[in-house]
């Protein structure tokens, strides 16, 4: 068990040696010495401790009232303190007077450090001054069994009990001195106990102690003290060195600090005070200033998981102050000299004098992994000369260190870099040294700071699409508990950044952390709060329960259109920019253009319904692009400004059954459109939509409502045209029959025409609706396959998908995805709770890897798989129709476009 669970199930069971105590204390026929408060029993090695009014109460609010407790009880070490609380509890309330003192006395648990440098409590209780004539013996075989054994030394003039716990297999000590009860499971830390009663000062005699003590709330669960000037040696046993070099200095916040303990059904609320030394060297004195609005959630990411920030009226006099403790002043002075004499730049007056009211650490995580994203932002109270300041201070390093100055542009932002690695760390301190890179921007009056410059165009686009922390509405409701102004906050999302944190500790208890995960990740946060006031700094600790908690849309950006969207959404290429747009569609007909940061650049209505996809045109043959589109009675031609080109709208004949598809056989913009009317004809038209002089309209018996699919083999061109029934014909590019297929077979409606990759059976393949494989020759045979049973339903894809260069035969059907190899070996199989009855999609990610989608019409998510099985499953994927995938800025990023009730919605995937 680690040091954490054993010290919690040292609480419990504490509760039924204090009923021994008090058994013990009416052993005595008289007490000699008048009652002495419990703090002064607090010994100089006690590093916290809290007062508990009344016990019983407490422990029933936390047991029996409070949602984050069940939830706890999850774990098996937690499940078996809570029996046994609940049965003390009971053993208690048999007796009215054991109920009676158990009720009305306060308890203070203190923990001390023993000889064994483990953190060990100490219960010590304030005795009532009257006597009862009753037998310690008997109410410990009551409680505790017939194997209880009790037995005593002298220590001094005091006597010291022990009593055998038969339940834990343990001695607990105790002895009633001074009208105090005091207990512990560590016989030499009672001793310490004893000896400070009788010649130690007490806590409360030190004016400090007092002030904070004089703060403490009455009505409240508990008052918590925590003595800093001890706690670095016990901090350093549970924290990781690599992250925290020097825990005592890391720990020196102040002198003393008291919070009074709230305990709600999914809350924990600890608000209190924290006083400094005298002498100046706490880490709390640097921000003795006027607490600071925190402002730059303004601009930092929606998904943030911790946030470090510090609140300055005035960063020169914190600096000062902070540039004369002994632990900061020789490590910046090296620096700062190395500084000069390399760069030669003098970084109090380049760089920290234009340092405004905030800075801040941030960083993003991702539930369980140790990747992260750090951003340092440091708010400017002058951006002009920052910036000015900062492009001198990169140009002086760079051209020291012959380097060529890194200077990228998007859009309207300038990044670069400071190419030196320690700044951070040594301007800011320790946790800023996650920084090493440091690429920057300037974004309004704060310039930000991150290791690599596509994370900062991420947050430029997070900014300009509003998905900022500000706006996540859970960080909103979580916020409601905290002060909006302060000199230290610490925030962290529990769910996301459990990972990350666990690094911050020792293997042992990290090991805690990642074990009980899925019981840790339903505490959705935890802030900390220092702000100064009235020459004390007002301290609050703030931890939610939430199991319902729900992720924001972690979309990269999000389009609101008029009406729910229609359809699947587009990529199209502007001829302006180089940048994928996205067309998208409405259920009241309009027709959006919507850029690569998802703005909303232009919207058209339509007289009906998109039946096609969305065409590249290039009408005039001068290098801009036109969008091509077909509805059931018309064809559009749209520019890039949203006006129609030419004599478009253009109106059909009569209305068609199939979307239209768009050829251009030679390259040479000399476009065909090809689609089936009502008539059961096919029909070929020029741009200009007159018939196409040479075609031999198709005529097929029943109305065909598929595209018309075009391949392209040995330098002939293949149309492939299937009608309702999955009658099959084959023409050239006049409407010639150009294969002739001898054996009639009917194509599955799910599935396309492939050229054949694989072996010499045919020209092309596809499925028949008995699921079997089909390979058309060059003079219409047909040839099959099985590669097992599938229904007429089924999906069918002919892909590279293992990446061997061979392709691979893809089949899904109903609620299996099954994937083989030329030599029909499974390479990947999958059953789902749900049927497939929407098209899978292909798509290619990084490294030309290719990628299968599936959504779950059940809830709409998207599942991906990839050659090894299920892949991206930290994102959360959804939608409420076709998706589409590819690359919006050619960045490497690879962009999920799908509609979500009337919103457009970009999921980057990473």
């Known amino acids: 068990m680690s040091g954490f669970w054993r010290i919690f199930l040292i609480v419990c069971v504490s509760v039924i040696v204090i009923a021994v105590g008090f058994w013990g204390y009416f052993y005595y026929k008289k007490i000699k010495n008048p009652t002495s408060p419990a703090l002064h029993a607090i010994s100089p090695n006690t590093f916290l401790f809290a007062e508990i009014k009344n016990l019983p109460q407490s422990f029933n609010k936390l047991t029996s009232k409070t949602e984050l407790w069940k939830e706890l009880i999850g774990i098996s070490s937690v499940n078996k303190l809570h029996q046994e609380i609940m049965y003390f509890d009971s053993v208690f309330k048999t007796d009215s007077y054991i109920n009676e003192i158990y009720e009305q006395n306060r308890l203070v648990i203190a923990l001390n450090d023993n000889l064994r440098g483990e953190v060990t409590p100490v219960y010590i209780f304030e005795l009532p001054a009257t006597e009862r004539g009753l037998s310690i013996e008997s109410f410990i075989k009551k409680i505790n069994g017939a194997k209880s054994i009790v037995m005593q030394k002298s220590y001094g003039k005091t006597e010291l009990m022990m009593v055998n716990i038969s339940s834990l297999e343990r001695i607990f000590n105790y002895t009633i001195h001074k009208g105090l009860f005091a207990g512990s499971f560590d016989e030499q830390v009672l001793k310490e106990v004893v000896d400070h009663l009788n010649s130690g000062e007490p806590v409360n005699t030190n004016e400090r102690f007092r002030r904070i003590e004089q703060t403490a709330g009455k009505n409240v669960d508990a008052n918590i003290y925590f003595n800093y000037n001890v706690f670095g040696r016990f901090a350093e046993k549970f924290f990781n060195h690599d992250k925290f070099p020097d825990p005592e200095n890391l720990f020196d916040f102040g002198e003393w600090t008291e919070t009074d303990l709230i305990i709600k059904s999914d809350e924990l609320l600890f608000n209190g005070y924290t006083i400094t030394s005298d002498t100046g060297q706490s880490l709390l004195n640097q921000f003795t200033q006027e607490p600071q609005e925190i402002k730059l959630q303004e601009i930092l990411p929606f998904d943030i998981s911790l946030l470090l920030h510090l609140g300055f009226e005035n960063f020169e006099q914190h600096f000062l102050v902070r540039s004369k403790t002994p632990t900061y002043k020789e490590r910046f002075s090296k620096f700062e000299s190395s500084f000069r004499k390399k760069y030669r730049i003098d970084i109090q007056q380049e760089f920290i004098s234009w340092i405004g009211n905030e800075v801040a650490l941030a960083e993003k995580h991702s539930i369980g992994s140790n990747k992260k994203t750090s951003f340092v932002v440091v708010h400017s109270s002058d951006i002009k000369t920052a910036e000015k300041a900062l492009s001198q201070i990169t140009l002086k390093i760079d051209k020291a260190k012959g380097l060529n100055s890194f200077v990228r542009e998007s859009g309207e932002y300038i990044i670069r870099k400071i190419n030196d690695p320690e700044i951070m760390d040594k301007v800011f301190g320790h946790f800023f040294s996650t920084l090493k890179e440091n690429y920057y921007i300037i974004l309004k009056d704060y310039v930000i700071f991150a290791n690599n410059p596509t994370d900062l165009i991420g947050l430029i686009n997070n900014f300009y699409n509003q998905k900022t922390l500000v706006e996540n509405f859970n960080y909103q409701n979580f916020c409601n508990n905290i002060s909006d102004r302060s000199n230290i906050y ?197 741009m200009n939509g007159k018939l196409v002089k040479g075609w031999k309209k198709v005529q097929t018996k029943v109305s065909v409502t598929q595209a018309i699919e075009h391949l392209v083999q040995g330098g002939k061109d293949y149309l492939f045209i299937t009608d309702e029934k999955g009658n099959v014909t084959i023409t050239n590019r006049r409407g010639e029959e150009r294969i002739k297929i001898k054996n009639k077979f009917k194509k599955a409606k799910n599935s396309k025409f492939h050229i054949n990759r694989t072996n010499s059976k045919g020209v092309f393949i596809s499925t028949n609706n008995k699921g079997k494989l089909v390979y058309i020759t060059d003079k219409g045979k047909i040839n099959t396959t099985n590669f097992g049973d599938f229904s007429e339903d089924h999906y069918f894809l002919y892909y590279d998908f293992s990446g061997n260069n061979i392709n691979d035969f893809i089949f899904i059907d109903g609620n299996m995805l099954t994937v083989f190899d030329r030599f029909k070996k499974v390479i990947l199989g999958h059953s789902f709770e749900f049927n497939v009855d929407r098209q899978p999609v292909i798509f290619e990610g990084k490294q030309n890897k290719l990628y299968l989608g599936i959504m779950n019409p059940e809830n709409n998510e998207i599942i991906v798989f990839d050659k090894n099985g299920l892949a991206y499953v930290e994102q959360n994927l959804y939608g409420i129709n076709s998706f589409i995938v590819g690359s919006l800025n050619k960045n490497g990023k690879t962009d999920l476009i799908i509609g979500l009730e009337n919103k457009v919605v970009n999921f980057q995937i990473e």
């Open 490 to 686: 610490f925030y962290c999302n529990i769910r996301n950044s459990l990972n990350e944190l666990s690094n911050y500790f020792n293997q042992e208890f990290g090991d805690v952390l990642l074990k009980n995960e899925n019981i840790l990740r339903n505490f959705e946060g935890l802030a900390i709060q220092f702000s100064y006031i009235n020459r004390m700094f007002y301290t609050s600790i703030y931890l939610k329960y939430n199991p319902t908690y729900q992720e924001v849309n972690p979309s990269n950006w999000e389009a609101d259109l008029e009406a729910e969207v229609a359809g699947s959404p587009c990529f199209i290429r502007n001829h302006k920019s180089g940048k994928l747009n996205v067309i998208a569609f409405d259920k009241l007909n309009n027709m959006y253009l919507i850029d690569h940061i998802g703005q909303i650049q232009w919207k058209i209505p339509l007289i009906e319904a998109p039946l096609s996809k969305v065409y590249e045109i290039d009408y005039y043959k001068n290098g801009k692009t036109q969008y091509f589109l077909g509805t059931k009675n018309y064809f559009y031609l749209i520019d890039l400004n949203g006006n129609y080109v030419a004599d478009y709208p253009l109106k059909l004949i009569t209305h068609a059954t199939n979307p239209v598809v768009v050829l251009d056989y030679e390259n040479d913009k000399n476009y065909r459109l090809i689609l089936a009317l009502a008539d059961n004809k096919i029909y070929n038209f020029d």
